[in-house]
Structures are given as structure tokens and as C-alpha cells.
């Protein structure tokens, strides 16, 4: 079988090594940096006090995108490099995740964009990508709109335009750069947490680490640490310097998930409220993803963002004004989910006008942080950031292998694992390779070995859940999956896109789980209850 994350290796690495580069934090920053590192021959720790893309990693708008509203805001190289990336992750390092969506977006009298600065913002827009003329934006007039989306509001309606993007499911992205910085030999861990960092001359030399799961420490000793731990980078900089200020400014976004029957759009469209602000309606087969909010977060640890009725209540405002036939209350919500973003620090600026650039500080100890900037440009930001750690740490550079190198999931299997490829993919359910396929690319046999091997594995996890049993026991053995809400909720993203089906499978998931891990009755009935527990809490009734 192909190399696998083996958690007690890199455990025992951490104990026993020492290592260029720790990364801590293993959202797509850090996973992204990990990944560059270690291709460039660096020895690599990656550590998270969480699961791989426990935190905004796995709670974005799932766009991979240049973000079209910061063209007016003149944040026009952020909008470049960010389409660029896009269409690099299109195209050639991870088509089998990033997936073209057009969206529908209407215009009206006296809420943001007027009919000619639209037309002149996508065109610059298009032209950024350097987009074939097939995928370039069509200007609509307003007849044109309401025929392309019926449900949308007439009132002060003038025009609009189709346009395409790109979207991705975020935690899997996350996962194959964690999984590639582990296939070129970086330590990789979740659960394990930092607590101290120990100096040398004024320096960080070795920082005490928690195994969250077996309650061990252990010292990780590097020549250089990086803090790419997302809403915790001001923790992890305290521990460093207790004096230092809080260098980001942390803003809550919602996003709400209807059943497509509630909310039956033809379209993705992209909305706008009385303010101008976005928020994008994404229709995902059977359910529609609605959002995103952008509040300030003052609620404490960010480990307890939540949904909260008064964001439930934004959201529903603009749809029932651009979707006024389409009634919504907080009771048709089938599930949600909110992240925190980090963001410059800059307190006089509402929040969707702070901008989206990453934040890259060094202590005078070496800390190198980072914080922000957009999903889509994770893999831009990792080249930056592990050119000054080859420069602080005297090794040359040299070319960035990620420019061209695709994900995992979207190149050839290894010679030994690639043998019997076809036939396990024709063994099983045409339905369950399909979902193979989809969420694992090339890897997607790797899976059906274990179903082909045992039929009953092959089945959906509940009825129309995307998903089989192959998966759960692939999780657990190869990808780091320790709990129930690990592989619904990170590997498989099922509790966003089929949340009721997500529901229904948890006992399944558990029961796979605990023949996998061990586990006795009790612990099996309550990683279900927990998962169940989370899923209905994420429905905000008012």
C-alpha cells in the first residue's frame, strides 16, 4: 500500500530529531509550508494542537478565487495573484479538487456595482486569468437576468453577468499538502499541542509538545519555527514574548446550508445586502450554500466560534431581498458552520474592508508568523515563506518544486502501488467509484482495494450519503482520522454537503471506527452522540 501518515513514527521523530523547519499549525498555511519545505529537502515538523484543517481551513466559502470585490477596494495585485493561483490549481496541481463554477450576478439600482463598472471589473477580472475566450464573462440585461434565475427579485433590477470561478473542498486541499510534505519525509501530527518554547542564546531552540491523545511530551528541537496556527497566532507569539501585542484581528464568517428543495435556485448567484457587501448562494447537488458574514469576534478562545441567530438572521434578510419568492426562515437551515479569518490589524476599518494579505513577522527570538491571507493563495504565500526560512537557516533555495508539482491526488500512484489499479476501480459500484474518484483522484484505487476486498465496505454509509465504508477504514488507516467528526466533518467534508445523510451515517462511521481503533461499546455510542450533538447545534432556531 502507499505511504501512509503514520502518527507514532512522527511522534517518535519528534522525540528523537532535529529538524530544519516545525511548522506549527496545519491549516492550509502551514500544511502549504510543510509541503514546500520538505520538497526542497528540508527536514520538516508539522504539528497541530488539532485536526489537519480543524479551524477556517475547513469553514471557508469553499471559492477558489481571485475575489472580485477587492478590485473596487484597488487591492489589484492580490486579485492577480490570486487568479493566477487559481488557475495553476485548475489546471495543473489539483484539478481533481478545483472545479470551475459560474455565477450569476445580478444588478441593482443603488446596491453596489452599476451595470458598467461590473463589466469593466470583470473584464480586468478575466484578463488577470488569462482565461480561454469561452470562459470570459457575458454582460446580461435585465430580461436576460430573469430569465437565467426567475426567483431573483424585479424591483430596481437593471442587468447583470455571468462569470467563472472556481471552487474546492477546502479540507481536502489542506489534507493533500499535509499528506505530500509526509511522502517527502516531514514528521506530521494532529493532536498535539505546543505549551512552551525553550531558548538557546536568545533563540528558539525546542519547543514542549503535548500528545493530546496519549498524554506524552515530548521536546522538538529545530533550527527555525514557524507560527501558522490561524486565529492562535497571538498564543503562540505570547509564548515567545509575553509582551508582544496582538498583530491580527480575528472577524467571524457564517455560512448557512439549505436543502436545494427550500432553496431552489438554478443558479450560483452572487448577492449583495444594502451595503454593498457579498454574499455568495452556491447550489452543491442536493443543498445550497449560502454566505459569507464578516463580523468582528469578540467572543474569547476561537476554539468556540459559533453560528449565531443574529447571523442567521443577516443571511436571511438577503435572500428574502434579492429571492423574495422564496420563503426562509431560521427553522429551514439544515446545518452551518463559522470560521474565523485573521486579518491585519487595522481597527478603524470596518471589517470586509480590512485587507486580505497575508502577515509575516519575525522575533527577534526567529519566530517567523503567519496569518492571513487567502485560501487560494496558500501555495504563493509557502513559497515566500520558505524562501526566508532557507535564507535564515544558510540553505540555498533553489526553484520552487510546487510551481509545477501537482497534489497527490492529482499525479500517477508509485510503480508498487499503481498494480491492479483498473481492476479494484471495476470491482465495486460504479456510484462508489464516481465518489472515489471525486475525492481522492488518482489515489481513488487505494480505496477501492479495501472495498473490493470487502464488498460490504462498498455500500453508502447511510441512505444517498456520498460516502462507503472503504473510506472510513482508509481514513483511519492512512490519513490520521481518529474520531467520528475527523472524517464527516474534515476528510469527506459530508457535514456541509449532505449534512442530514452525514447525520444518519455517524452510528455507521463509529461502528467502522471502533473495529478499526478498538474501541469498546462506550466510546463507539458516544463518538456518534458527539458528532450528533455538533451537527444539531449548528442549527440556529430562533
Not at 136 to 142: G, P, Q, V
Not at 212 to 241: H, S, T, Y
Request: charged share 25%; proline share 5%; hydrophobic share 45%.
Amino acid at each position: 500500500m502507499a505511504a501512509t501518515l503514520n502518527r507514532e513514527k512522527s511522534l517518535a521523530r519528534f522525540r528523537d530529531e532535529e529538524f530544519d523547519l516545525a511548522v506549527v499549525g496545519a491549516g492550509i498555511n502551514g500544511a502549504a509550508v510543510a509541503r514546500d519545505a520538505s520538497m526542497r529537502g528540508l527536514k520538516v515538523a508539522l504539528i497541530d494542537r488539532g485536526d489537519f484543517a480543524g479551524g477556517t481551513s475547513s469553514r471557508s466559502s469553499k471559492l477558489i478565487h481571485g475575489g472580485f470585490r477587492y478590485l473596487p477596494q484597488g487591492q489589484f495585485k492580490l486579485v492577480y495573484e490570486a487568479l493566477r493561483e487559481r488557475e495553476r490549481l485548475r489546471h495543473r496541481t489539483a484539478p481533481h479538487l478545483v472545479h470551475p463554477i459560474q455565477f450569476l450576478f445580478p444588478v441593482y439600482k443603488r446596491r453596489g456595482f452599476n451595470r458598467f463598472s461590473m463589466a469593466m471589473g470583470l473584464t480586468l477580472y478575466d484578463l488577470f486569468a488569462r482565461m480561454a475566450f469561452k470562459e470570459w464573462h457575458s454582460s446580461l440585461n435585465a430580461a436576460e437576468v430573469r430569465e437565467t434565475e426567475p426567483a431573483l427579485s424585479r424591483e430596481g433590477l437593471t442587468g447583470g453577468a455571468m462569470y467563472f470561478d472556481a471552487w474546492a473542498d477546502d479540507a481536502r486541499v489542506t489534507f493533500e499538502n499535509v499528506l505530500d510534505a509526509d511522502l517527502h519525509g516531514a514528521a506530521v501530527a494532529n493532536y498535539a499541542a505546543v505549551e512552551s518554547f525553550s531558548m538557546a542564546d536568545g533563540k528558539i531552540a525546542s519547543a514542549k509538545v503535548r500528545d493530546l491523545l496519549g498524554g506524552a511530551v515530548c521536546e522538538v528541537r529545530a533550527k527555525r519555527f514557524l507560527n501558522a496556527a490561524g486565529p492562535w497566532v497571538d498564543d503562540i507569539r505570547q509564548m515567545d514574548d509575553p509582551s508582544s501585542k496582538p498583530c491580527v484581528r480575528l472577524t467571524k464568517g457564517v455560512h448557512l446550508v439549505f436543502a436545494r428543495t427550500v432553496l431552489p435556485v438554478r443558479e450560483s448567484i452572487v448577492l449583495a445586502d444594502d451595503h454593498g457587501r457579498i454574499v455568495f448562494v452556491m447550489p452543491h447537488d442536493r443543498y445550497v450554500l449560502v454566505g459569507t458574514t464578516d463580523t468582528d469576534f469578540t467572543g474569547g478562545d476561537p476554539a468556540g466560534v459559533r453560528t449565531e441567530i443574529g447571523d442567521v438572521e443577516y443571511l436571511l434578510a438577503v435572500l428574502a431581498e434579492s429571492l423574495p419568492g422564496i420563503k426562509l426562515t431560521s427553522a429551514d437551515v439544515a446545518t452551518s458552520f463559522a470560521g474565523l479569518r485573521a486579518l491585519i490589524r487595522e481597527e478603524k476599518e470596518t471589517p470586509s474592508s480590512v485587507p486580505r494579505e497575508e502577515v509575516i513577522l519575525e522575533s527577534p527570538s526567529g519566530l517567523i508568523t503567519v496569518a492571513g491571507g487567502k485560501f487560494t493563495t496558500h501555495r504563493a504565500i509557502a513559497q515566500k515563506l520558505v524562501d526566508l526560512v532557507t535564507k535564515r537557516i544558510g540553505r540555498p533555495s533553489g526553484v520552487c518544486p510546487t510551481l509545477t508539482t501537482p497534489l497527490p491526488g492529482a499525479r500517477a500512484l508509485a510503480d508498487g502501488d499503481s498494480s491492479g489499479s483498473s481492476a479494484a476501480m471495476r470491482s465495486i459500484p460504479t456510484t462508489a467509484a464516481e465518489i472515489l474518484k471525486a475525492r481522492y483522484g488518482t489515489r481513488a484505487p487505494l480505496v477501492a482495494r479495501i472495498a473490493s476486498r470487502r464488498p460490504e465496505l462498498a455500500e453508502p454509509l447511510s441512505r444517498n450519503c456520498p460516502a462507503i465504508g472503504a473510506e472510513v477504514v482508509y481514513a483511519v488507516a492512512t490519513e490520521m482520522a481518529h474520531s467520528v467528526g475527523d472524517f464527516l466533518i474534515r476528510r469527506t467534508s459530508l457535514s456541509w454537503r449532505s449534512p442530514v445523510e452525514a447525520e444518519a451515517a455517524a452510528a455507521a462511521v463509529a461502528r467502522i471506527m471502533a473495529a478499526e481503533l478498538g474501541w469498546d461499546r462506550a466510546r463507539e455510542t458516544a463518538e456518534a452522540a458527539s458528532f450528533t450533538h455538533e451537527q444539531q447545534s449548528r442549527r440556529v432556531v430562533a
